[in-house]
């Protein structure tokens, strides 16, 4: 029996959208989102929306490293 990952191009979009969505500025007090654009993965742009640079690094660096 093998494990399947999730990787597919929704899965992934959704992973993001929900792990960023759930974020706030602790600034301006202001959620994150994401804006995708384009139908196929390989082709699609996501761009995380913030209100500040500090917080779109801050949204940017848990999406890397999540622990």
């Not at 995708?36 to 742009?45: I, R």
């Not at 995380?48 to 999540?66: A, G, M, N, Y």
């Amino acid at each position: 029996m093998s494990a399947r990952l999730d990787t597919t191009p929704e899965q992934i979009r959704r992973n993001y959208t929900t792990t960023v969505s759930q974020m706030r500025c602790p600034y301006h007090h202001k959620n994150a989102w994401v804006d995708v654009e384009g139908e196929e993965f390989d082709a699609s742009d996501i761009d995380i929306v913030t209100c500040c640079e500090e917080f779109k690094q801050r949204v940017r660096q848990s999406l890397v490293d999540p622990a």
